[in-house]
């Protein structure tokens, strides 16, 4: 590893701190080098706040150091006003002569401006460095903003002889049946806090009444996405209780909105991937979580839309019931949970 990667990974490192609190924006880290020795560093942590680069040149004591310095930076600076000023104009004033880039920004309003801002202000600019990396930290943002859709992960829970959920029998409670062990059931909460969203479908809602949110973790709560074609959850679920915000995906438009409740109007009788996709990128939904329960699990597997699945075995048989869905992919990670199997799928890797 030569020196540019040495610090490059370092960003990545600082810009993880942010994972599952920067939505809509990327993680970034930045690293600023001064005779190879780090004299500041920082990263983004919320939409909103400062950048890396402006909390790495906040944190270097001696500023004069900045012009002799090369600063590092995981994701190139950013080059527009937002809620905050352009990264880029920070660097050239402080006149930092010589930037490291690990992967160009892949939203339009940057993608590339903010280096040839930098370059033409007179500053050694170099690009590419553990590229690779970089883009898988922040593979939701690329996701969105390259292919107009949020980055889709599928996540089921089966029985070992290969069941969602045990045949119904006489009068059931609203509330779930469990598959897998407390401390799955702890990650999964910890991957809700990651997600920007979190979708499921009627029948789900309707079975378990779940609230779709993070209890077992510390994070933020994802956005819930509810498909409910005809209306018929009932008013009293949890996810009617304004605690969250909710988009609901139904057939007709319902007027009767609340602040945290939404309701988003497609055609049913046409293919509804394409228009689910379309509602969570209109409403900037970067990534997604799919709890759904077998024919919304199906649905996104049948139009080969999802990027990666984790799917947990647990120890129970339930002799019959409703079938998991079959996945074919590229096995990416198996490991155990005491007596769960957690096994990771990627798509199109």
């Avoid at 600082?14 to 930045?30: C, E, Q």
């Avoid at 919320?46 to 090369?70: C, F, Q, W, Y």
């Avoid at 002569?97 to 500053?123: C, L, M, Q, S, Y």
Wanted: glycine share 6%; with cysteine.
């Amino acid at each position: 590893m030569n020196t540019e990667e040495k610090y490059i990974k370092r960003c990545i490192e600082l810009a993880r701190n942010g994972f599952g609190t920067t939505y809509p924006n990327p993680m970034v880290g930045s690293v600023i080098v001064y005779e190879d020795r780090i004299i500041g560093e920082g990263w983004h942590k919320k939409a909103g706040e400062p950048h890396a680069e402006v909390n790495a040149i906040r944190s270097v004591k001696d500023k004069s150091l900045l012009k002799k310095a090369t600063i590092y930076v995981s994701l190139e600076p950013c080059s527009h006003f937002g809620k905050t000023p352009p990264c880029c104009d920070l660097i050239i004033e402080h006149q930092i002569p010589n930037v490291v880039v690990g992967t160009v920004d892949p939203n339009e309003k940057v993608a590339g401006r903010g280096i040839k801002k930098i370059i033409e202000a007179g500053a050694k600019v170099t690009v590419g460095v553990l590229e690779q990396e970089c883009n898988e930290l922040n593979k939701r943002f690329f996701t969105y903003h390259q292919k107009k859709r949020p980055y889709i992960i599928l996540k089921w829970a089966e029985s070992q002889d290969g069941f969602l959920a045990p045949e119904k029998t006489g009068h059931q409670d609203r509330k779930p049946v469990w598959i897998t062990n407390p401390y799955s059931r702890q990650l999964v909460h910890k991957w809700r806090s990651e997600e920007q969203a979190i979708l499921a479908g009627t029948q789900t809602i309707i079975d378990d009444n779940p609230k779709l949110n993070v209890r077992d973790w510390s994070g933020n709560n994802p956005v819930r996405i509810i498909l409910d074609q005809n209306n018929r959850i009932p008013e009293d679920s949890f996810i009617f209780d304004n605690s969250v915000k909710t988009i609901v995906i139904t057939n007709s438009e319902i007027a009767s909105e609340k602040e945290n409740l939404t309701f988003e109007a497609i055609d049913f009788n046409q293919n509804i991937i394409p228009q689910i996709i379309d509602v969570l990128y209109r409403n900037q939904i970067q990534s997604v979580l799919i709890e759904g329960g077998l024919r919304t699990l199906q649905t996104f597997i049948d139009e080969d839309i999802w990027d990666e699945a984790r799917i947990f075995k647990g120890k129970s048989l339930f002799g019959k019931g409703t079938k998991a869905p079959f996945l074919s992919g590229k096995i990416s990670g198996k490991i155990n949970i005491e007596n769960d199997e957690l096994t990771r799928i990627r798509n199109h890797d």
